[in-house]
């Protein structure tokens, strides 16, 4: 089966010929090419890491336009490849390169953060989402200051986390690849309004619902950090919850 992909977002489509209309980002087969299947004998390819949102993009080149925060190929930063072993001299040997290929390993989940403005709803992909404390239960999210979804969490001081399973690629494609400020991400996403208002996905794998600590959010820069206590929640599934590198190696 041939495998076609989206040059503006990253979809991934199967089939004979690519598709009318992505599925993700609205646009016609001309944005669509077509995957070659990849050599065993073939050399990785290099790894792209966006500095503002953490993107990763595979390709001999940056892309021009990060698809995720819309900044250009200069915010991007070349991953330096594995180390076999590590030794004092390698340790000498830093600089932001090797810092971010070092946090390129550390585990993350791939969740979708909403939040309600003035009857508006919105939400967005996240991977930055982790719990702080079991007793009392309170978790952390960090979001980009640009994105749709920080400005709700810090006019309403609540959001919820739709945990996502393994086969939801696709939710996070369209959580992630386009911006609530210029599309209704939830017009076509089965959803229901938590107790808290903030919507969460029909077919999650589980959701929390939490209340943002207003002495504990942090600007920390590109970022807010914001730490809840979490209001509400239930496990609805019993797959696999769906990590960032599950992710990567399936896109």
Known sequence: MKK???KVCGYVHEGDSPPETCPVCGVGPEEFVLQA???PAAAAPKRWKCKVCDYIHDGDEPPAVCPVCGVGREEFILLAGEVAELTAEAMLATDEGTINAALDAVSYGLYVV??????????QTANAVFQ????????????NKNNLT??????????AVSILAQDQGDVVRTFGYQSGRTADKFAAVRHLAGKNGCPVLKNCLGYLEAEVLADKTVDV???????????????????DALTYAFF???K
């Not at 909403?114 to 939400?123: L, P, Q, T, Y």
């Not at 820069?221 to 797959?239: D, E």
Request: glycine residues 10%.
């Open 132 to 143: 702080v404390t079991a007793s009392p239960p309170q978790i952390a999210i960090c979001l």
């Open 248 to 250: 990567r190696r399936r």
């Open 221 to 239: 820069g590109t970022h807010m950090l914001f730490v809840a206590r979490v209001t509400a929640g239930k496990l609805a599934g019993k797959s």
């Open 4 to 6: 076609w992909l989206c």
């Open 114 to 123: 909403s939040a309600v403005k003035d009857g508006r709803i919105n939400g």
């Open 150 to 159: 920080t400005e709700f969490v810090l006019a309403s001081g609540k959001f």
């Open 37 to 39: 299947e990849p050599s």
